[in-house]
């Protein structure tokens, strides 16, 4: 089974950035970020397959950049411009698939989230 450990969430004012990383235990190719905002059903935000292609949720485009770090196990969001409906718990996911061949339902496990509060 495999261990994330989040890091890199905290408060953060309108417009400001921020990145989350997520380190696993082993590789794992298929991996993303979800987030649940208070009140508001679970949301994906972006993924990353094992060949290093990415999605994101239309919410996120061109501000948030997903990457990786192979040699640490470990997978970041960069978030930019960030907006105070981007407030929320951010789960790092992972699937047992090398490629996120259904999307954000791939995913299969779910780290413990960084609360991400953005607000003035």
């Known amino acids: 089974q495999v261990q994330l450990v989040e890091s890199g969430g905290g408060a953060v004012q309108p417009g400001g950035s921020l990145r989350l990383s997520c380190t696993t235990s082993?590789?794992?190719?298929?991996m993303g970020w979800v987030r649940r905002a208070p009140g508001k059903e679970r949301e994906g935000v972006a993924h990353?397959?094992?060949?290093?292609?990415?999605v994101y949720a239309d919410s996120v485009k061109g501000r948030f950049v997903l990457s990786r770090d192979h040699t640490k196990n470990t997978l970041y969001l960069q978030m930019h411009s960030l907006k105070t409906e981007d407030s929320a718990l951010y789960y790092c996911?992972?699937?047992?698939?090398?490629?996120?061949?259904?999307?954000?339902?791939?995913?299969?496990?779910w780290g413990p989230g960084p609360q991400v509060p953005v607000s003035s």
């Open positions: 990353i397959s094992g060949d290093g292609s990415t």
């Open positions: 082993h590789y794992i190719g298929c």
């Open positions: 996911a992972t699937s047992p698939s090398i490629r996120c061949y259904s999307g954000f339902d791939s995913f299969a496990s």
